[in-house]
């Protein structure tokens, strides 16, 4: 089933299966932002948490999908029902939004809640990403990824606000926030079954092939570069709470700063896709951890608030995309889902790993040497990347 927009401008660029999948995501963005916008000073502020503790639910809420993706994307491509994995985690995802309400204070119980939803998300992202591999002609995936990915930034760039809506009309009541995005999530999954077509593949190729994946040695190659940059970025939660408080911001005000990142990002996603189809796709994903470097230097100075946020945007429009249309390419179709599912694992785990190293080092020696230590990390990381991608 095609949606209606089919023959519009869009949808003669695009693939119309890439719109779909799209406005699936910018709908369960719209959700999933709503918690990440306010979750930093819920845990901290509202609950107390140290910021130790919450290093580890940070790198919990982003790194645990590294325990699933792999199972997610080797049961996309050995059941040949992409879009049936892709909605369990939608699904899951969904219901764990209303469980935050449950878990109350304890910080175990968060844990869990996080860690299901997470689990959500594991079990989509790969399948979801190989259905838009499956879906645009090669030489233009760049393009097409930065079509999804601009989509789900208007659900990053709408979550915030939403939140923020909802916490000024309510005074404050995290529940109500909660509550709500669960609702939009399931607004998600209905789309998902009703507009996304399935691609599917014979089975003999689809059980032949799926060992040849780590064969590749291209594949390996962004394998290793994603996991080096990963271990030194930080995570979004950390760079919004050092802009909170060097900047004293309000807390009220918290849920907004991620509109800057989701502003830039929405802007410069598909112009930067279709600049990596034309260019390369290696250069432009080192160089958006470029961009992610000059933003850890102006958190150690001046912290201005708009080159931040521009910054962290032009990071991930340059990045997120890209990899996935760098590596996909590289695989067989029929082990597709499986072996993107490897990459995001990797990187993943070591964003996991970060996310509580900066934790600890912020913790233990304040925020500017924390980020110095990271910016070193990067700038090698960084030269890894880009001697191993060329």
């Known amino acids: 089933m095609y949606i209606s927009l089919l023959g519009t401008r869009l949808t003669r660029a695009v ?5 779909a999948l799209g406005l699936v995501s910018l709908v369960t963005d719209v959700s ?11 845990l901290v502020g509202a609950l107390g948490l140290s910021l130790v ?6 790198g919990l809420y982003f790194g645990v999908t590294a325990l699933v993706r792999v199972a997610g994307g080797h049961a996309a491509d050995r059941w040949d029902r992409r879009k049936l994995v892709a909605g369990l985690g939608y699904g899951l995802s969904a219901a764990c939004k209303l469980g935050l309400l449950a878990a109350g204070g304890s910080v175990a119980a968060i844990g869990l809640v996080l860690a299901a939803d997470r689990t959500g998300k594991g079990l989509r992202t790969a399948p979801r990403d190989a ?26 760039f709408l979550g915030p606000l939403a939140a923020f809506a909802v916490l000024t009309v309510t005074a404050g009541a995290y529940d109500a926030v909660f509550v709500t995005s669960s609702c939009v999530a399931a607004l998600g999954v209905v789309l998902l079954v009703l507009y996304v ?7 003999t190729t689809r059980v032949r092939l799926r060992a040849a994946v780590m064969k590749e040695a291209g594949f390996r190659r962004a394998c290793l570069a994603a996991v080096a ?10 760079v919004y709470l050092v802009l909170q408080r060097r900047l004293t911001i309000a807390p009220e005000l918290f849920p907004l700063l991620p509109l800057g990142t989701a502003a830039a990002y929405l802007l410069l996603a598909v112009p930067l896709g279709r600049l990596s189809d034309r260019f390369g796709r290696a250069p432009v994903f080192v160089a958006g951890h470029a961009a992610l470097l000059a933003v850890y230097l102006v958190l150690m100075g001046p912290a201005w608030l708009v080159p931040a946020l521009l910054l962290h945007g032009l990071f991930y429009a340059a990045t997120d995309g890209v990899l996935m249309a760098l590596a ?19 990187q993943a785990t070591a964003r996991m790993a970060s996310s509580v190293l900066f934790g600890v080092l912020w913790a233990g020696t304040g925020e ?7 910016s070193t990390g990067l700038a090698a990381a960084a030269v890894i990347a880009w001697r191993t991608l060329r």
């Open 229 to 238: 940059l990963g271990l030194v970025t930080v995570s979004d939660s950390f």
């Open 32 to 42: 999933s932002e709503m918690v990440t916008a306010v979750l930093p000073l819920y």
């Open 368 to 374: 500017t040497p924390a980020l110095a230590v990271m």
């Open 53 to 58: 503790q919450f290093g580890v639910l940070d």
């Open 15 to 19: 693939p119309a299966n890439v719109v």
């Open 131 to 156: 259905l838009i591999t499956l879906s645009a002609p090669p030489e233009r995936l760049g393009g097409a990824f930065g079509v999804h990915r601009a989509m789900d930034t208007v659900g990053a």
């Open 328 to 346: 996909g390419p590289m695989l067989p179709a029929s082990a597709r889902a499986g072996g993107l599912a490897l990459l995001q694992t990797g």
């Open 197 to 203: 077509r399935d691609r599917r593949g014979p089975l």
